[in-house]
């Protein structure tokens, strides 16, 4: 099955992060991939921890205005290592803020709908801003939505909470 985590609100990297290890909980093989995410986090660590492949490639850097030249080759290099993984190495293979990595034209349309295509094992996409194809084309798709929260009120992101 493919599911899609997306929408404003906040839980779809933490839902992900619940699958996972309900998923190593059963036994199954898991391979998490964070695209854009450059700072260590304590959910990484446990993971990693559980012996979950954890494959992040960024340079911590926030995309403002365009994405760099290297940012662009980091994701696109990590794209390439996402293709072998979801050909039947793992049980389960996350790919957490894809589409965000999508929505900054760091990956195309048409990459990430192939990812879809090919996968050979539980699929997990995560990120604002999923497209109507990637919807079509997923299983179970959840929108987180903000109703409220409180970094509209300038608190930063919590160590244990956020991070």
Known sequence: MIQIYTGDGKGK??????????????????AFFQFMKGRKSHEVEVLERLGVLVDREWDGKFVVGEPTKEQRQMVQLQYHRVIKAI??????????EIIVAHHF????????LRIMELARCELVLTGQKATSKMI???????????????????????????F
């Open 13 to 30: 990297t933490t839902s992900a992060v619940g699958l996972t290890i309900r998923a190593v909980g059963a036994g199954k093989k898991v």
């Open 87 to 96: 050909g039947g190495l793992y049980d389960l293979v996350v790919l957490d």
């Open 105 to 112: 034209k760091l990956l195309s349309e048409e990459q990430v």
């Open 136 to 162: 079509e084309r997923a299983d179970l798709v959840t929108e987180m939505k903000k109703i409220k929260h409180y970094f509209d009120q300038g608190v930063k992101a919590r160590e244990g909470f956020e």
